[in-house]
């Protein structure tokens, strides 16, 4: 159904020229009771703290003109994933097992890609943005990003950069994939990255207009 719509509206959501962003989200609906697929207690948006909800994780399309969700997945936590009554009683697919919510989004952007729908900037917050493999992994689609990160986040950064290939002992064969490390290699956490940066490299931005002013 998402496609199908998609196919109608995504003409006239997006012209040549327009800055295209993919925003990845997860919405919680407040929800009573134990026996509705994936309630749980977890973080609910709607209510801003830990309830008694249902979470799904989507990607949208937005442009200018608006947004359009192209992938939609509800989330089942471990506990009911690994809970076969529950499951049986509930009616959950065979094929419905726990998948963390960065899993579940990096699915819909691949099958956005797949689609080829028009790229856009992808846009996420720090409970996606904050794990190195997913972001990895969009710079392996080659897909520019702007996501949260939590502090203590760490990143090569200036002078701070891994052991180079001629530095490791005994090299040989292919070339390591993963990044090397030791007392004198250090990455350092985008806390520290933007203390160090001066007064002249920040500016403020004026992101939207909310209900108390920009």
């Known amino acids: 159904m998402l496609s199908a719509v998609a196919g109608r509206v995504l003409p ?9 962003h993919w925003i990845v989200d997860d919405t919680g609906f407040p929800k009573k009771g134990k026996h509705s697929v994936g309630v749980a207690r977890q973080y609910c948006g709607q209510t801003g703290k830990q309830d008694n909800c249902r979470v799904a994780v989507s990607l949208s399309i937005a442009s200018e003109r608006g947004s359009l969700p192209i992938g ?11 809970d076969e009554s529950r499951r049986l009683k509930a ?18 952007i691949e099958a956005a890609l797949a689609a080829d729908y028009p790229r856009g900037i992808v846009l996420a917050d720090a409970a996606y943005g904050d794990e190195t493999a997913w972001r990895e992994r969009l ?14 986040t760490t990143v090569w ?8 290939e001629s530095m490791l ?11 090397k490390r030791d007392k004198d290699h250090q990455p350092i956490t985008v806390a520290e990255v933007a203390r ?18 920009p």
């Open 12 to 20: 006239q959501l997006i012209k040549p020229g327009d800055a295209v």
């Open 72 to 82: 939609y997945q509800l989330y089942l936590p471990r506990d009911w994933a690994d």
């Open 91 to 108: 009616g959950a697919p065979d094929e419905v097992v726990f998948k963390t919510k960065p899993a579940l989004a990096m699915e819909q």
């Open 139 to 152: 710079a392996g689609h080659a897909l520019t990003y702007a996501v949260g990160v939590r502090p203590g």
């Open 157 to 164: 950064w200036g002078e701070h950069q891994p052991l180079s």
């Open 169 to 179: 002992p005994g090299q040989r064969g292919r070339p390591r994939r993963r990044q």
């Open 196 to 213: 160090s940066l001066s007064k002249q490299a920040w500016q403020d931005v004026t992101w939207r207009e909310g209900v108390s002013g």
